[in-house]
Nanobody, 121 residues
Framework: QVQLVESGGGLVQAGGSLRLSCAAS????????MGWYRQAPGKQRELVAA???????NYADSVKERFTVARDNADNTVCQQMNSLQPEDAAVYYC???????????????WGQGTQVTVST
């Protein structure tokens, strides 16, 4: 099994910054994409940012120029720097990874437990 452990959420004023981190561990052979999703109350979970093992990134339009995703392939970690946070960014943020797990023949998607980001006005 693979575990994703997130850290770094919290309360911040509008215009402020937060940094989220996620560490993957367990029966990992390799990780393809890692990234972050978020879910606000009453809304569907949505992609925020993702990064492949080769460094290709993909961002939601709403966070471009404000959020930056990065990963360390050697440590199986992914981080997300969030700047100029706005109330609409408030949500539970989930780490996500597509993993070649040694116990399975096909890649599997794993999720972290989620970390709350609250933005005050």
């Amino acid at each position: 099994q693979v575990q994703l452990v997130e850290s770094g959420g919290g309360l911040v004023q509008a215009g402020g910054s937060l940094r989220l981190s996620c560490a993957a561990s367990g029966s990992i052979v390799s990780i393809n994409a890692m990234g972050w999703y978020r879910q606000a109350p009453g809304k569907q979970r949505e992609l925020v940012a993702a990064i492949t093992s080769g460094g290709y990134t993909n961002y939601a339009d709403s966070v471009k120029e404000r959020f930056t995703v990065a990963r360390d392939n050697a440590d199986n970690t992914v981080c997300q720097q969030m700047n100029s946070l706005q109330p609409e960014d408030a949500a539970v943020y989930y780490c996500n990874a597509t993993v070649h797990d040694r116990w399975y023949s096909t890649r599997r998607t794993y999720w972290g437990q989620g970390t709350q980001v609250t933005v005050s006005t």
